[in-house]
């Protein structure tokens, strides 16, 4: 039984090391090696087995390999010495509430609003409570259960059914006949070699998983909500940037027309004029179609229809800053991202499923009772004469059926290969996300410093070359070519500043951030286990 006992992750683990195409086929040849003598224990004979089971009952042992979860060895993120080196507007925030790090109340008040709010966490808690339903429901099969009923019935009898034909030629015999009863039965599965037990196991871990998963939608939301409402500032700031610049190709406009009416400009530059104010016209439509769209995606988001919050978010306040980044390291990431612990907690239930498929191996004893009264009036019921008691010792084995267990079995390991490397996924594509958005915000930055510079020397090149037209030294071209270059340089570079803003979001989001969790492991999950 110790034998059987022996760690299916760690065996697994090391399979998934070794060339990737043989992970199922090692893991198979491993742990059937340690079934098959197991199985032809079970065949020798019942009264071995029925020892065994004794033995399994005052051990406590339970069949199948007993779980540990698996630590992935994972390096330091090799980008994580960048964001520390940031000079940020505002110190690191705590995880569990990174989006109050931008100082904005506003930004905060959102978040907050779509967290209590939002109709996808409303659904992903339905989720948690059905899945703990099902695990207590697994833990109630392993307790007795007791039940109570109650009967009253009145017939009147055929005179030519075989009971009523030969009853009938009795004296005294009366059609009309009436039945009381009353009474409880008990029953109660024991679970010797531990199947029961194994099968709850792997519920209250579902549970823990959905209960991981939920946290990780508050998670999605919190960062959702944060991304469109930095989106909404940046079209904001881009269509002021845009508005400036009309104002600014109108007043050019103006200058070339008077220009042009004292003989000093062409018709050609005119022209010219009007299509570069045009252009800068043309640009709002757009800007306004994706500022549209975000605040309806923040108001579904935060669980109303699509207009209720846009006067709030009417008037443009500017682009939030990013706030500094607290150091991060492998394991802290493995403690909160709620994705790695929702596929550790799959890999344990599909470690318990094993040792449930396993159980069939062996047989199952049931104790049932009945205590009862039956009487044909219902002053007489409750009385000794009747009074009818049972006990029944129960037995079922499916000592011939060892093939389909067989598959029963195969199938439950394979599935546990499945959702180990599903894990092992989850942690790649975890350390991924950190990586990439750890190099995103930092290049992000350096990208926004480059533009400012630029944006900074084409407004000196826009007003010079504006200075040196009126004066007739440069032609109308260069003008609008200073224009249109400071155009796109500064909404290049409200662009950017939102892009980081969105970044640092995004690192947030990458080291779970978001939800409260005071666990040392990624085996405990808060307010999870049954309650």
């Known amino acids: 039984m110790k034998e059987v006992r022996r760690h ?5 683990d090391r399979a998934f090391r070794s060339d990737g195409t043989r992970t199922f086929a ?6 059937n090696g340690v ?57 690191a925030p705590e995880l569990d509430s990174w989006w109050e790090g931008f100082n904005d109340p506003e930004l905060t008040g959102i978040v907050q609003r779509a967290l209590d709010q939002n109709l996808d966490l409303a659904a992903a808690m339905a989720r948690v409570e059905q899945a703990r339903a099902a695990a207590r429901g ?30 009938s030629n009795f ?27 194994r099968a709850a196991d792997a519920a209250t871990a579902e549970a823990q998983a959905a209960e991981a998963t939920r946290m990780g939608t508050r998670i999605s939301v919190a960062a959702d909500a944060a991304d469109a409402y930095l989106r909404i500032r940046g079209d904001q700031a881009r269509i002021a940037i845009a508005a400036d610049q009309i104002v600014t190709n109108a007043r050019l406009l103006d200058l070339v027309l008077r220009r042009f009416k004292e003989g000093l400009a062409a018709d050609r530059e005119v022209a010219q004029t009007e299509a570069l104010l045009a252009g800068a016209r043309a640009s709002l439509p757009p800007l306004y179609i ?4 975000q605040l309806n995606r923040l108001d579904v988001l935060m669980g109303v229809q699509p207009g209720t919050y846009t006067q709030v978010l009417g008037g443009g306040v500017g682009i939030p800053a990013a706030p500094a ?23 344990a239930a599909s470690n318990a499923r094993i040792g449930a498929a396993m ?16 009487s044909a009036g219902p002053q007489n019921l409750i009385r000794s004469e009747t009074f009818q008691p049972q006990g029944v010792l129960g037995l079922r084995w499916r000592l011939f059926d060892f093939g389909r267990i067989d598959a029963q079995v195969a199938a439950a390991k394979g599935a546990e290969v499945e959702v180990l490397a599903l894990y092992r996924l989850s942690v790649l594509r975890a350390a991924e996300d950190v990586e990439n958005a750890f190099t995103t915000l930092v290049q992000l930055e350096a990208y926004v410093g480059e533009l400012e510079r630029e944006a900074a020397a084409l407004e000196r090149v826009r007003d010079l070359s504006q200075t040196a037209y009126e004066a007739g030294v440069i032609p109308l071209t260069d003008v609008l070519d200073a224009n249109r270059r400071k155009l796109a340089a500064e909404d290049a570079l409200a662009r950017a500043r939102v892009d980081v803003s969105r970044a640092a979001v995004s690192a947030f989001r990458a080291l779970g951030g978001g939800w409260s969790s005071d666990t040392g492991t990624i085996l405990e999950i808060a307010d999870v286990h049954n309650q």
């Open 138 to 167: 697994a833990g109630a099969q392993r307790l007795p259960s007791f039940d109570i009923s109650a009967q009253a019935s009145r017939q009147r009898q055929s005179l030519e059914s075989p009971t009523g034909a030969i009853a």
């Open 325 to 347: 980044l607290a150091s991060a390291a492998p394991t802290d990431m493995l403690r909160r991202r709620p994705d790695i612990i929702a596929a550790e907690r799959r890999l």
């Open 359 to 374: 159980s069939d191996y062996y047989p199952k004893f049931s104790l049932a009772g009945l205590i009862g009264f039956e």
């Open 171 to 197: 004296p005294g015999y009366d059609r009309d006949q009436s039945l009381y009863g009353f009474g409880g039965a008990a029953s109660w599965e024991i679970d010797l070699f531990g199947g029961l037990a």
């Open 26 to 31: 090692l893991l198979q040849a491993e742990v």
């Open 35 to 91: 079934l098959r003598p197991m199985k032809r224990q079970v065949r020798r004979s019942s009264a071995g087995a029925l020892a065994g089971g004794l033995l399994a009952a005052l051990s406590g042992c339970a069949v199948g390999p007993d779980y540990v979860a698996p630590a992935p060895d994972l390096a330091g993120f090799h980008s994580a010495d960048a964001p520390a080196s940031r000079e940020a507007a505002t110190p």
């Open 290 to 293: 994706s500022l549209e769209a």
């Open 8 to 12: 299916t992750g760690e065996r697994a």
